[in-house]
């Protein structure tokens, strides 16, 4: 019903740039905050950052100043804009949505299948 699907993520080499994107399409009244999480293999899932649906946004320490989250309410889209990319940066990346099925409904979680972001020279 809800359905999430990331794109952009590839190859790239440190220092590079990528940006991430992800749409969300399905029924539902509206997606609150957004997010990208990052799984190295190995490692645990981490958050990497979030934006509410004012726009309002937080960075996991590791990203800032390189990382930049932006969105699209009418397109119900949000990206991540990658820059100086390291590569500690290896990962699958997966997009996360609040969103709220009906009017007056608390926001359920959902979740993309992920896209992986390879840094190596």
């Known amino acids: 019903q809800v359905q999430l699907v990331e794109s952009g993520g590839d190859l790239v080499q440190p220092g590079g740039s990528l940006r991430l994107s992800c749409a969300a399409s399905?029924?539902?009244?509206?997606?609150?905050?957004m997010g990208w999480y990052r799984q190295a293999h190995g490692k645990e899932r981490e958050l990497v950052a979030t934006?509410?649906?004012?726009?309002?946004?937080n960075y996991a320490d590791s990203v800032k100043g390189r990382f930049a989250i932006s969105r699209d309410n009418a397109m119900n889209t949000v990206y991540l804009q990658m820059s100086g990319l390291k590569p500690e940066d290896t990962a699958v990346y997966y997009c996360n949505a609040d969103v709220r099925r009906l009017a007056f409904q608390g926001p359920r979680s959902y979740w993309g299948q992920g896209t992986q972001v390879t840094v190596s020279s």
């Open positions: 399905g029924s539902f009244y509206r997606i609150d905050t």
């Open positions: 934006i509410t649906s004012g726009f309002n946004t």
